[in-house]
């Protein structure tokens, strides 16, 4: 037998869409909410490697300098 599928809580919103794009997605049958999710989801990711880049800017550009200067971390042991 297969693991029973987690439910979990959902809340309504509206989103507000061009006549077309909800048409056309009706007629393909795309759940909206499937795909709002995915999309707000791949937004989100977005948003946090930017804020993440934005936080770490001074240290990634700290280890790069030192990476110019005194060349990869156990380079020596590289194999290719």
């Not at 959902?10 to 007629?27: C, G, H, I, Q």
Request: glycine letters at 4%.
């Amino acid at each position: 037998m297969g693991k029973a599928l987690e439910v979990r809580p959902r809340k309504s919103t509206n989103v507000t869409l061009p006549p077309e794009v909800l048409d056309r997605a009706k007629e393909l049958g795309i759940n909206l909410s499937r795909a709002s999710e995915r999309g707000v989801r791949e937004e989100i990711q977005e948003a946090e490697a930017r804020r993440w880049a934005d936080d770490n800017a001074e240290l990634v550009a700290a280890y790069s300098a030192m990476v110019d200067r005194d060349g990869l971390p156990l380079a020596k042991f590289r194999t290719f």
